[in-house]
């Protein structure tokens, strides 16, 4: 953790939108590879390519701005922006001359002779570098950050509403390590926006110095977990990878999601009711009404989405009666179907818990 002594040194410089609207824009940066760095580059596009090791600490700190980048060029069919791990990936970064990290290449249309790049790395300078160099005019992406952004005025409104369970970062702008996490802490946030229990927040503790005095903050990144049941905050102590984080909130939560947000092959699932789907399997036809009428009972105790989940268990139980034993199978493969192609988030997660849940019918 980094300490308030280099506090002043950094104040001037920072900006508290760089934790509030980073956004998640891995995806669009191709990763290259020994395999296909020369399918992609040196071909009939333009490519600015990071040479990086993961353990680089100026990577880590060139990585939202790097991401940036690729999102506002995805669209750009005239530009690729690259990276290459040169751990994984030693003799391409070697062929060209990389003996740093970060190190920043441009490779012009049809050529795969690079020009080094040597200006600042912020997205504004990388953006009109590239322009130049390729010939566009793209401007940089803003996508709305799914990181809550926490002040004075609605700190207690958020964190402490019992109805959720809010994970809270308080960092401070000038702060290397918070830089670093900032771009996988938004993956946290984007993973869980649709849970409506679930808040992943932030909050500048070097300007609200009395939330952080308050909860015992005495370095940066300092992670605290504010569940539904314990509004006076627990220390989080887990990994800062993205998987240590989707994997502690679900144990906390009880969500069933995955680093991309969506929905696990657990969700929706229910104990009390998977036994009682068994016996309705092995039950004869005059037998299954009786024991749909104990998944009755059993789903009138349920709450909250457990409820919810129930009325699906119900329907896929009289589906099954009315239509015979393979409905299951047949309406699997269906929704199957359906979540291979491009549907919205929300209609995904409603396919899905359909499709876990006919799962222990058939």
Request: aromatic content about 10%.
């Amino acid at each position: 953790m980094e300490k308030n002594n280099y506090k002043q040194i950094w104040a001037a410089f920072a900006t508290v939108a760089l934790f509030a609207a980073v956004s998640v824009f891995a995806d669009d940066v191709v990763i290259l590879t020994e395999d296909n760095f020369e399918k992609e580059i040196g071909q009939d596009r333009g490519a600015l390519v990071e040479f990086y090791a993961p353990w680089c600490g100026h990577c880590k700190k060139l990585a939202p701005e790097y991401e940036k980048l690729g999102a506002s060029f995805k669209k750009a069919k005239s530009i690729l922006i690259g990276k290459v791990d040169c751990d994984e990936h030693k003799s391409v970064c070697s062929k060209y001359g990389v003996s740093g990290y970060p190190t920043l290449q441009w490779f012009p249309k049809g050529s795969l002779e690079p020009k080094k790049y040597e200006g600042p790395r912020t997205a504004e300078a990388l953006t009109e570098f590239v322009n130049n160099e390729g010939g566009t005019s793209v401007k940089i992406a803003t996508v709305p950050s799914n990181v809550v952004v926490l002040t004075a005025d609605n700190f207690e409104e958020v964190v402490l509403d019992k109805s959720k369970d809010v994970l809270v970062e308080f960092y401070a702008p000038w702060c290397g390590h918070c830089k670093s996490l900032a771009p996988t802490y938004e993956k946290v946030a984007t993973a869980f926006k649709l849970e409506e229990g679930v808040v992943i927040a932030n909050l500048d503790a070097d300007k609200y110095k009395d939330f952080g005095e308050k909860y015992g903050v005495s370095g940066f990144p300092t992670l605290k977990f504010f569940p539904k049941g314990n509004k006076d905050g627990e220390d989080y102590e887990g990994g800062r990878d993205l998987e240590d984080f989707v994997t502690f909130i679900n144990e906390k939560s009880g969500t069933s999601r995955d680093g991309k947000g969506q929905l696990t092959s657990t969700a929706g699932i229910i104990e009390s009711l998977d036994s009682l789907v068994k016996e309705f399997i092995a039950a004869g036809q005059d037998e299954k009404k009786a024991v749909f009428s104990k998944i009755e009972e059993e789903v009138e105790k349920l709450e909250g989405s457990a409820a919810r989940y129930g009325k699906i268990y119900l329907k896929s139980a009289k589906n099954c009666m009315e239509k015979g034993s393979d409905y299951a199978k047949k309406e699997i493969e269906r929704l199957q179907r359906i979540l291979d192609k491009a549907i919205s988030p929300v209609k995904a997660d409603e396919f899905t818990l359909k499709k876990n849940i006919l799962s222990t019918f058939a």
